[in-house]
């Protein structure tokens, strides 16, 4: 690894830190005495499940049926920390919490489009402010899905995009994508090395996390 | 009467990475911002001459209070034996290391270290100006740099003595 002098390295550390825009809201407008923001209480007692769901499912995968190779998730997938389609990977990595909290609260409070296209080129091409250039993600269904629109937004204090799709059946998808930063966002899959993405489902919504072509991508919608 | 929040966003991003820095953790470093501010905006009132060395050291002060409640101590006395020298500074200005080298060594570090860390190298504070802004005396300081970096040498040998310029 680059060795860099310590003070510098130091500087970069602790000043990496963000509020994002949910507790910046919260503690700019000015708060009950004594009253928590519900965001990073819920924060809490999600990461408390998920360490909970994550030790039944260690006990279930090698304790209780060893031999069943259907459930065994394979030696690549448990080092990278990734069961896939198992709602957990976060215990390894706190950030993929918290940045699935945000987009949720995005995709449940959908704001205003700052364009309304139906045209991923159109977006690269007006979203000058980006400090990356909106994708096509591989990951998303575009044959079953119609860009309405999309708007600036931060994930984690870092400028991004969100992308409001809707399928054929009327229901609203949103997809995030802000350049990847392993110091902000920590360890993700990325779907290029063949990883799944954090799956996670709260509040009757799943939001997926991976990482592609350098961006840190989410989508949420209903979990149906 | 409620005031208006008189802290700016980065000034807020700034005394939440002090926050962390004390802390070590998102959530609890969010609390502690939050009941920082509650007080400031309580007590204060408007001329404070500098509110953000203000704040923290509010900041500061809550979080010592908090860990005294919770019986943590975190104030550790200092090394009789502890040789430190005006060089102490220079000494881990000279060192080495890489980010993982870092996390493990803010890892083993107290609250108290990890501040004077932030002080010197976020700050870009002297021994004598930690001294000052913590109301200490210097050769504590010193003190504390010494057993810092006796603490990273123990934990990366290689990074010793290693000058960069």
């Known amino acids: 690894m680059n060795k860099q002098p310590l003070k510098t ?44 769901a994550a030790s039944v499912l260690f006990v279930i995968v090698f304790f209780i049926d060893p031999s069943d190779e259907v459930i065994s998730p394979s030696v690549s997938t ?77 994930l984690q204090g870092f400028i991004a995009a969100q992308l409001l799709f809707q399928t054929h059946e009327g229901e609203k998808v ?23 993405p954090i799956i996670l489902a709260e509040r009757g919504y799943t939001v997926e996390i991976w990482r592609e072509a350098g961006l840190v991508m989410a989508r949420a919608q209903a979990a149906l | ?60 002060n809550l979080f010592i209070d908090q860990q005294r409640r919770n019986n943590i101590i975190i104030f550790e006395s200092l090394d009789e034996n502890a040789q430190f020298t005006a060089n102490s500074e220079n000494d881990i200005a000279n060192m080495l290391v890489d980010e993982m080298e870092l996390d493990r060594i803010l890892s083993v570090l107290t609250a108290v270290e990890r501040e004077v860390l932030y002080l010197w190298a976020v700050d870009g504070m002297s021994a004598t100006e930690i001294a000052l802004s913590l109301g200490q005396p210097r050769g504590t300081v010193l003190s504390r740099l010494h057993r810092l970096r006796k603490k990273l040498v123990q934990d990366n040998p290689a990074s010793s003595g290693a000058a960069y310029e």
């Not at chain 1, 990977?89 to 995005?106: C, F, G, K, W």
């Not at chain 1, 930063?181 to 899959?189: A, D, H, I, K, V």
């Not at chain 2, 939050?34 to 905006?41: A, C, H, R, S, V």
């Open chain 1, 9 to 52: 390295l130091l500087k970069e550390k602790l000043t990496g830190q963000q509020l994002n825009d949910l507790e910046y809201a919260w503690l700019g407008k000015g708060m009950k005495p004594g009253q928590r923001n519900p965001v990073w209480i819920r924060n809490r007692w999600l990461a408390g499940g998920l360490a909970l």
């Open chain 2, 1 to 60: 009467m409620k005031r208006q929040m008189p802290f700016t966003r980065p000034e807020l991003d700034q005394l939440f990475n002090y926050c962390m820095v004390l802390c070590m953790d998102r959530d609890n470093a969010l609390d502690l911002l939050q009941d920082g501010l509650e007080k400031y905006l309580h007590q204060s009132s408007t001329d404070v001459l500098l509110p953000l060395a203000y704040l923290r050291r509010m900041l500061r």
């Open chain 1, 78 to 154: 448990l080092e990278s920390g990734i069961v896939p389609g198992i709602v957990d990977p976060s215990t390894t990595n706190p950030s993929a919490l918290r940045i699935a909290e945000e987009v949720l609260t995005n995709h449940i409070l959908i704001k205003q489009m700052d364009i309304e296209t139906g045209s991923i080129e159109e977006v690269r091409n007006r979203f000058d402010k980006l400090d990356f250039a909106v994708l096509a993600s591989r990951r998303l269904p575009h044959d079953s899905l119609t860009l309405l629109g999309a708007r600036y937004c931060t």
């Open chain 1, 174 to 196: 949103t997809h995030y994508q802000a350049a990847y930063n392993e110091t902000r966002f920590g360890p993700l899959p990325d779907i290029s090395l063949q990883q799944s």
